[in-house]
């Protein structure tokens, strides 16, 4: 379920006031990987403001959690398919446990000295801003994204007149 797009947003204190309205969620579960797979297929999609085929822009997703995900699909497969879209994923972890390392290592863009974090409280968030910073800015754009699929073409003629043996192509 997303409940907050970029799309509406043109400016900081917008961003910041939907952030602000969003609801709570309950304490104990941690489905990482169904949020990844609603990123790669609800967010980073054109129609809802992703860049993903503009090969200036840098593509990153910054990955904020405070447990090992519980629930859900699996979120290393989850990072694999967002990573192959050409995105680079910083994880930050908030009071994680050892098994929670390990996974955030596992969903990260390698290296992960550069793109895992690993806070104690979330006030330490002001402490990495400017790594963060840095890293989304120079994410790498010098990657192979897939191509945007167009619309259909018609189909083709058949290649006989009649009979079950012609041809008909479309492409895309």
């Known amino acids: 379920d ?10 900081k204190d917008s961003v910041l006031a939907a952030i602000a309205a969003l609801p709570e969620t309950p304490l ?46 699996t979120p290393e497969a989850e990072a694999d398919v967002i990573r192959s879209m050409g995105v680079d994923i910083i ?7 050892a098994s929670g390392i390990g996974q955030l290592n596992a ?7 550069e793109h895992v974090f690993f806070l104690t409280n979330f006030a330490e968030l002001r402490d990495i801003l400017t790594n963060i910073t840095t890293l989304a800015c120079n994410a790498n754009i010098n990657i192979t994204r897939p ?20 041809t008909r192509v479309r492409a895309r």
Do not use: E, K
């Not at 969903?107 to 000295?113: H, V, Y």
């Open 28 to 73: 104990g579960l941690t489905n990482t990987g169904d949020a990844l797979f609603a990123v790669s297929s609800t967010i980073l999609i054109p129609s809802a403001g992703s860049r993903l085929y503009d090969l200036v822009t840098p593509q990153v997703l910054i990955l904020l959690t405070d447990g090992m995900a519980n629930i859900g699909r």
């Open 147 to 166: 191509p945007a699929w167009g619309a259909w073409s018609q189909w083709s003629s058949c290649t006989t007149s009649c009979g079950p043996t012609g």
């Open 107 to 113: 969903i990260a863009t390698d290296p992960d000295s």
């Open 91 to 97: 994880s930050i972890g908030i009071d994680l446990s």
């Open 2 to 11: 997303v409940r907050f797009r970029f799309n509406p947003h043109f400016d």
